[in-house]
């Protein structure tokens, strides 16, 4: 029986059978604790360290310090904030000897073989506390090599975001540097320098470089910041395009200023929309202006001449010759400058304030087919977005961060659940807020390609960029595809298309045609889980629907019946979670979520798939045996077991929705041969949930935790254990209870 709740703290004990109000408070719960926090943008140093594509930073301090002598000493220094108590592992290749220490205490320590062996990498668990955390790598020179390459454990998933130390930075991403010193500094019983301190404190020099030299500093804005790409493209000043975008605060009762400055070549100057100035020749200009009071857009096209590149502008108030100040359109974290600057841009381009002012827009480039992307004004300056929200622990547990931007599976289901409920209980601004996070996510998602291409790693949307395997695109591309088909938004086919040429044309295949996670090197190497049921259909029959491709929903069809040829336990009627090519068997072990997953999905293609269809009648049978097996072992509560065939397993509520909300459908939709069986299942399985797992503020209790697979019941019983508002349960309460509201509508009209 599960004991997840006092019966008094239940949502059933305040709301009784009304299912609605159930979800009010979930969906309101949800919204309320994952705010809008949009991307971090920060200012990034491209001389720093830059990431590997499997998200470990490069630090090479042979190549940053070849002056270095045998035995000279490196360090590489950053900061981490953690919102909750995180626990992740980290990976470190060594390059010679080093040692890391973590909130000023030695966690590793290279050894011989660490250093020798090609390829080796050390595995260190990482506890992270609350607020933030300081981690100190110490490199020593020898002839083997001087520095590492460390990071997170599945870096696109366990994501590890390392900023800056020292006040002189604060806000800044990336790792700073220090060295060659011919002794120890840092580290042991010399400490960690104070990352809330000035540099100088520390008693060194770090690098990058934060200003600019005074000869650069001597030059024009564009000249010193985009110098060394003319350079390197053999782009001559004459040439040169680039673009600025700031902000002026227009005070109440302005309504004229003065623009003024210098520039080098023919620019315009834009306020708000409207064009304020076209000065054509070099030199120093002066022009009146008409304004409005608000906060209004300045954005600047200048291109270089024989004088240099770039320009200069103050605004002044015409009524009595104040200085109104500029800043920063965005709020750059670790830039204390008040333009962002993109160059050099393809001449041919014709950049208008309204498409080219925003924090996704990409350049195209004097290269054809490249692009560029706002820039500082300071050495190698970069704005660069971050994904910082809930960061995943070792347990897939978030936290108490919110979840908003994030891209990935188990969110891709809660999208789902707050459009379904938008749609529900007429809620356009759960709707709103479902489409805003998806769309913050699809928004940046060519900047993201860019972004791993220019810097090796991506800092935002790591899955949706670095797709290798189903979890990291079906499950959100498939609540993306809901919202296309709710909105007839076309901006997100470009990533449909991309999601689906993986899934039909990529994606390793046994020889039979079925879907299978190939995974060289790691444990779950030819393998098969039930999971990927629902990482593939939903996503594949939306895109038929939204395309009229009807390839993809043929290929929904046939990879469950092929799965069933691995997976099914046809004795019992329930799905093995695994089959392992490896040896050569399924595990046998009927995981609760696992088989929801199957169900869930197979219920979702059902409803989609034509009635003349070929493979239908064995999907229909599908559906039968898997609802008859698992129906028989709904415990007493109502609830399904974490394994599901033992009764001493523990009361698991993510599979119990799934169940619910796969009865419930089955008989709105005439599927099931005894649907007064499945509706009695279906309710007292809704009726478990608001009574043992979903609380009156709308927590949810009860769902196992990601998982791996085993071949031992004992694992998924024991080794898996239950997390508060996991993002694997969120979603599907939400949509097992408007299957239940529509199951009750349904049963009315018939009674």
Request: include cysteine; aromatic fraction near 12%; charged fraction near 20%.
């Amino acid at each position: 029986m599960a004991s997840y709740l006092e019966h008094r703290e239940s949502a059933h004990y305040w709301f009784g059978e009304d299912e609605k109000a159930v979800l009010e408070v979930l969906a309101n719960r949800y919204v309320g604790a994952n705010p809008r926090i949009p991307f971090a943008m920060r200012s990034f140093s491209k001389a720093g360290f830059l990431q590997n594509g499997d998200g470990l930073y490069e630090m090479d301090l042979q190549e940053k310090m070849p002056q270095a002598g045998d035995g000279a000493y490196g360090y590489m220094y950053g900061i981490v904030w953690s919102d909750d108590e995180r626990s992740l592992d980290a990976l470190l290749e060594s390059f010679g000897p080093v040692c890391f220490y973590v909130n000023g205490a030695l966690v590793y320590r290279s050894t011989a073989v660490d250093e020798l062996k090609p390829g080796a990498r050390a595995v260190i668990p990482l506890l992270l506390r609350k607020g933030w955390n300081t981690l100190l790598l110490e490199a020593k020179r020898t002839e083997a090599g001087f520095g590492c390459r460390f990071g997170a454990e599945e870096g696109k998933v366990r994501i590890l975001q390392v900023l800056s130390p020292f006040a002189t930075r604060s806000g800044s991403a990336g790792w700073v540097y220090a060295g060659p010193f011919s002794e120890s500094r840092f580290g042991g019983e010399h400490g960690v320098p104070d990352f809330t301190g000035t540099e100088e404190h520390s008693g060194c020099a770090w690098l990058p470089r934060l200003h600019w030299s005074p000869d650069e500093a001597a030059l024009s804005s564009f000249e010193r910041v985009f110098k060394r790409e003319c350079s390197e493209r053999e782009i001559s000043l004459d040439g040169a395009v680039g673009y600025g975008w700031s902000s002026i605060e227009i005070p109440y009762g302005v309504r004229e200023v003065i623009l003024r400055g210098e520039v080098k070549g023919p620019t315009s100057i834009w306020l708000a929309d409207r064009l304020a100035a076209d000065v054509k020749d070099t030199g120093s200009y002066s022009i009146a202006a008409s304004v409005e009071p608000g906060v209004l857009r300045v954005f600047v096209k200048t291109g270089g001449s024989g004088a240099g590149w770039g320009f200069t502008l103050t605004a002044v108030n015409q009524a009595n010759g104040q200085e109104l100040p500029l800043k920063l359109p965005l709020p750059v974290h670790g830039h204390d400058g008040v333009w962002l600057l993109a160059g050099p841009c393809d001449p041919s381009f014709e950049g208008q304030p309204d498409e080219a002012c925003a924090a996704s827009m990409l350049f195209p480039s004097t290269a054809p087919g490249n692009y560029v992307y706002w820039s500082l004004d300071a050495p190698d300056a970069r704005m660069r977005p971050f994904y910082e929200n809930a960061m995943l622990s070792n347990k897939w547990t978030t936290g108490s961060a919110t979840n908003y931007g994030r891209w990935d599976y188990p969110l891709g289901v809660t999208m789902y659940g707050l459009l379904r409920m938008g749609r529900e209980l007429g809620r356009q601004d759960l709707t709103d807020y479902a489409i805003s996070h998806i769309r913050t996510c699809t928004d940046m998602y060519d900047y993201s390609l860019w972004d791993r291409d220019e810097y090796g790693f991506p800092s935002i949307n790591h899955q949706l960029v670095l797709i290798k395997m189903l979890d990291n695109c079906g499950s959100f591309g498939s609540a993306m595809l809901e919202a296309h088909l709710m909105t007839g938004d076309r901006s997100f086919m470009a990533i449909a298309d991309r999601i689906a040429e993986f899934m039909l044309g990529k994606l390793e295949r046994r020889e039979d045609g079925a879907f299978y996670r190939l995974c060289p090197g790691e444990y779950s190497a030819t393998t098969m889980w039930a999971d990927d049921l629902y990482m593939s259909a939903p996503f594949l029959i939306r895109y038929a629907e939204a395309t009229g491709r009807s390839e993809a929903l043929d290929e929904a069809a046939r990879q469950f019946l092929l799965f069933r040829s691995y997976l099914l336990m046809e004795s019992e009627g329930l799905m093995s979670h695994v089959f392992d090519f490896k040896y050569g068997k399924a595990t046998r072990i009927p995981w609760g979520r696992g088989n929801g997953w199957c169900l869930f999905s197979l219920t979702e293609l059902l409803e989609k798939l034509p009635a003349t269809h070929p493979q239908r009648n064995d999907l229909l049978a599908m559906l039968h045996e898997l609802c008859e097996g698992i129906a028989a072992v709904q415990g007493e509560s109502g609830l399904w077991h974490q394994v599901l065939n033992r009764p001493d397993a523990y009361e698991e509520a993510s599979c119990t929705a799934m169940f619910a909300y796969a009865f419930a459908r089955g008989v709105r939709f005439g599927w099931l041969n005894d649907p007064e069986r499945y509706t009695a299942a279906a309710l007292k399985a809704w009726r478990g949930l608001a009574g043992e797992a979903i609380d009156r503020q709308g927590n949810v209790h009860g769902v196992c935790s990601g998982s791996r697979y085993s071949y031992s019941a004992d694992y998924y019983m024991f080794d898996l254990r239950t997390v508060i508002n996991d993002n694997h349960g969120i979603g599907i309460m939400m949509l097992a209870g408007v299957e239940i509201s529509l199951l009750k509508r349904t049963l009315a009209k018939t009674s």
